[in-house]
């Protein structure tokens, strides 16, 4: 079955960067898009943008342009996402989450907190 | 960007009573060339990450109860939970996929009478 599974959580310094992992299983990693999404404590969804594992390319939502990198080892069949110049309101849980010929998210991985915190 | 809009923003129902959701679209999510609405409707229970229940705005995911059913097209669309039970306590939320960048309604919030 579709498994992702995300890096445990993470606590930065204002400024810092985080890079989330997410290691897919149960499928052909290049075959699907992977979604960035967040979500605030209390708050609602987010999304950040996505990632074609097969080409590399990718496409940011604006309001993170400049400050996320999202890429992929296809040996390891893990993606990843970095939000650099971090600040309090990236306090945020990241799910990753995989397309498929429905939906752009339709599996979605368990999650990784990041708070940032001085 | 298209905007959603989902009301109301809580809801409280009657176990094995309707829950009646509404989410609205800032502009058509209907793709002409396939005449498919990029609607879906997620839920999300707490400390877990949101789940697909319904896409193309009125087909249910393999495995979702047939107590929940999608209806609409164009720029407005209902989620509808026929007979509420417990488990359905929950946050939904309306996600748009016509374009990007993707956007989520603000969520509803569904807890019991």
């Known amino acids: 079955q579709v498994q992702l599974v995300q890096s445990g959580a993470e606590v930065k310094k204002p400024g810092a960067s985080v890079k989330v992992s997410c290691k897919a299983s149960g499928y052909s990693f290049s075959s699907f898009d992977i979604n960035w999404v967040r979500q605030a404590t209390g708050q609602g969804l987010e999304w950040m943008g996505w990632?074609?594992?097969?080409?590399?390319?990718?496409f940011y939502a604006q309001k993170f342009q400049g400050r996320v990198t999202m890429t992929r080892n296809t040996s390891i069949s893990t993606a990843y996402m970095e939000l650099s110049s971090l600040r309090s309101e990236d306090t945020a849980v990241y799910y990753c989450?995989?397309?498929?010929?429905?939906?752009?998210?339709?599996?979605w991985g368990q999650g990784s907190l990041v708070t940032v915190s001085s | 960007d298209i905007v959603m809009t989902q009301s109301p923003d809580s809801l409280a129902v009657s176990l094995g009573e309707r829950a009646t959701i509404n989410c609205k679209s800032s502009q058509s999510v209907l793709y002409s060339s396939n005449n498919k609405n990029y609607l879906a409707w997620y839920q999300q229970k707490p400390r877990q990450p949101p789940k697909l229940l319904i896409y193309w705005a009125s087909t249910r995911e393999s495995g979702v109860p047939d107590r929940f059913s999608g209806s609409g097209s164009g720029t407005d669309f209902t989620l509808t939970i026929s007979s509420l039970q417990a488990e359905d306590v929950a946050v939904y939320y309306c996600q748009q996929y016509y374009n990007t960048p993707i956007t989520f309604g603000q969520g509803t919030r569904l807890h019991i009478k």
């Open positions: 990632m074609n594992p097969n080409r590399g390319n990718t």
């Open positions: 989450a995989r397309g498929s010929v429905t939906t752009v998210t339709t599996y």
